[in-house]
């Protein structure tokens, strides 16, 4: 109860809070459009008794001239109306759940079936969310007139106020019919989010050549054709259970309509109504009739949008315990002075009985390069994402210059780290943008871009692109150029140089796409680049499948099943005649 008038409260505010000048126009717009219709009838109303009773029409015409010159204004200026207070009210909600998103620490949310399922629904209907003042609308205007309605019947005999009444049963269980539909809309959104992702695929060019090669198309469509039919047919099924609700309330309502009538005319017979009265109840429940059957279908949005407004409320109450939590948080270190210890830590993901890590134990020294080595799905990348604070380890601590790090404010350690990843974003804006974006205060300058590019060695990508710095990158969205995989991940390593003394350079197989000639030169600025980091006491961990980089490190680690099974540096381990030294012999004869 209390989450439905939360709910409630966030759909009104919602609206308000977006426009509140033209929703208050609007509102009294459709109090007075809703309550002309009514208006109009009592002046036909008046129009009959005047013509019976030979008096004065004036009254009459005046009234009805004045309520449909006022009906076709209000008409025409509420669309536009409408239409604008929708693209604000949906742009503002874009930007709060963004933001809202944005600011949780950690990926899981993204990862969880569950709570991925909350923001897909949320994402693909913030167009009904931004709805919610048409709906208000909607739900004001039946108000007003279905009162405006009431008020008039009860003047004729108060016995008539049953028709609105039994007009509410139809309301009920089209609210019924509603709950149906959304549940059915719940039910099968694993599959929407499955449908959505592979039309992604089939859409993007980068997938282009497996779905060509392998001949996937068919494959691709038989698959989304059959979870659009489970889906189809679960709501479908929902959407018939509703409509016989509705059709056996039309049925009782048709009843009262036709008793109420002919209930009006054995009075008027009896001399007790005058025609007027007769012609405005004819009238008037066509009115109530049209009053219910929109307050039916308000209801069953209204249903659907307050359902929406739940999750809504969902999303926001975890971000805000999320700051509440993070409230006494501590600050980031300007400087490292000791390091990080990896205590005892263990991981597994969200639903996952597997311990990923199983209890890591490792000292970094602040200054130090530090390389992870290992098989696929040995959890290097899982490691690295614990110390960039995307995930929280299950048992033990990873502790920052002496202090935990979940009691560190993730945004401001996210804002003294620096990152790059295998797989990198590729944003499509200009060259200059696409690298700046690695320090947002200095996402334009470009004497700080071009030192990124230099220490991630893609200046040549720049040099060769037409308009340099200011090259559109990407095709797809208008006129740019379309760089090559190895390409855009040096762009990618440059925007990971942007921060100039991170207390954390996270590379996870930042050179995977790249030629051996452009990984030699990278490697010698990698570590003039450590060496910049270092100063600042910061660490550079360098994820990689590649020796020849990994033997610059201070210090490498060997992981296996999630467990440290060697360490020390290259000469050390090379000594030792390991698993490192193993793997090092076998891809340095590989090269040769
Ligand atoms: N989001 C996730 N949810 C559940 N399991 C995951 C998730 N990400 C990774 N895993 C699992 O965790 C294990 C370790 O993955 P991780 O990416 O850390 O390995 P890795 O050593 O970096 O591998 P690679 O060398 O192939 O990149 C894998 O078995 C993988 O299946």
Same mark, same amino acid.
């Given at each position: 109860m209390r989450d439905s008038y939360r709910s409630l409260r966030l759909w009104l505010s919602t609206a308000f809070r977006a426009a509140p000048g033209l929703v208050v126009l609007q509102c009294a717009m459709q109090t007075a459009q809703s309550a002309l219709a009514p208006i109009q009838t009592l002046g036909v109303s008046w129009l009959v008794n005047g013509m019976a009773s030979h008096s004065s029409l004036l009254p009459a015409v005046a009234l009805i001239i004045a309520s449909l010159a006022s009906s076709a204004l209000t008409e025409a200026l509420f669309e536009p109306l409408s239409s604008t207070v929708y693209e604000r009210v949906h742009c503002r909600l874009h930007k709060e759940m963004l933001e809202l998103t944005g600011s949780i620490p950690g990926i899981g949310i993204h990862e969880n079936v569950e709570t991925a399922n909350r923001l897909e629904l949320l994402r693909g209907e913030t167009w009904r969310l931004s709805r919610s003042a048409r709906t208000l609308m909607l739900v004001l205007g039946t108000l007003v007139s279905t009162a405006t309605v009431l008020w008039l019947l009860i003047s004729i005999d108060p016995v008539l106020t049953l028709l609105p009444a039994l007009g509410l049963v139809r309301v009920w269980l089209a609210g019924r019919g509603g709950k149906l539909l959304w549940s059915a809309v719940e039910r099968t959104t694993p599959h929407t989010r499955l449908v959505n992702r592979l039309l992604d695929i089939s859409g993007d060019p980068r997938h282009g050549v497996e779905v060509r090669v392998f001949g996937l198309r068919r494959a691709l469509a038989e698959r989304v054709r059959?979870?659009?039919?489970?889906?189809?047919?679960?709501?479908?099924?929902?959407?018939? +259970?509703?409509?016989? &609700?509705?059709?056996?309330?039309?049925? !009782?309502?048709?009843?009262?309509?036709?008793?109420?009538?002919?209930?009006?005319?054995?009075?008027? +017979?009896?001399?007790?109504?005058?025609?007027?009265? #007769?012609?405005?109840? $004819?009238? &008037?429940?066509?009115? !109530? /009739?049209?009053?219910?059957?929109?307050?039916?279908?308000?209801?069953?949005?209204?249903?659907? &949008?307050?359902? &929406?407004?739940?999750?809504?409320?969902?999303?926001?109450?975890?971000?805000?315990e999320l700051r509440r939590r993070a409230e006494g948080a501590k600050d980031a270190p300007a400087q490292l002075r000791s390091g990080i210890d990896v205590r005892g830590v263990k991981f597994r993901y969200e639903g996952s009985e597997r311990w990923i890590l199983d209890g890591i134990d490792l000292r970094i020294p602040a200054g130090s390069t530090i390389a992870v080595v290992g098989d696929n799905g040995a959890g290097k990348t899982t490691l690295a994402k614990l110390l960039l604070r995307l995930y929280e380890p299950s048992e033990g601590a990873i502790v920052i210059d002496g202090e935990d790090l979940s009691a560190i404010d993730a945004g401001q350690w996210w804002s003294r780290t620096a990152a790059g990843f295998q797989d990198f974003c590729r944003f499509e804006f200009t060259a200059l943008?696409?690298?700046?974006?690695? /320090?947002?205060?200095?996402?334009? /300058?470009?004497?700080? #871009?071009?030192?990124?590019?230099?220490?991630? /060695?893609?200046? $040549? !990508?720049?040099?060769n692109l037409p308009n340099g710095l200011r090259t559109q990158l990407g095709t797809r969205f208008g006129e740019g150029v379309n760089p090559s995989l190895g390409q855009w991940q040096r762009l990618a390593l440059a925007r990971a140089f942007m921060r100039s003394a991170p207390l954390l350079l996270l590379l996870d197989e930042p050179t995977a796409a790249l030629d051996p000639e452009a990984e030699d030169a990278l490697f010698a600025r990698f570590a003039a680049a450590s060496r910049g980091v270092s100063m600042s006491g910061g660490i550079t961990v360098l994820v990689s499948h590649r020796f020849s980089t990994v033997r610059m490190a201070d210090i490498i680690i060997v992981l296996s099943d999630g467990r440290i099974q060697e360490v020390g540096d290259h000469e050390g381990l090379m000594r030792r005649r390991g698993r490192y030294s193993e793997l090092f012999d076998l891809q340095a004869r590989a090269y040769r």
């Open positions: 059959a979870h659009l039919a489970l889906v189809r047919a679960e709501q479908t099924r929902a959407n018939w +259970r509703g409509a016989a &609700l509705e059709v056996s309330a039309n049925v !009782v309502f048709a009843a009262a309509y036709i008793a109420a009538i002919a209930v009006t005319v054995v009075r008027a +017979r009896g001399g007790a109504l005058s025609p007027g009265d #007769v012609a405005l109840v $004819i009238l &008037l429940s066509a009115q !109530v /009739d049209h009053a219910t059957s929109s307050l039916a279908t308000s209801t069953r949005e209204l249903g659907q &949008l307050l359902n &929406l407004f739940s999750g809504y409320v969902w999303l926001r109450d975890h971000a805000a943008e696409n690298v700046g974006l690695g /320090d947002l205060p200095k996402a334009q /300058d470009e004497r700080a #871009v071009r030192s990124a590019l230099r220490r991630g /060695d893609a200046e $040549i !990508v720049v040099d």
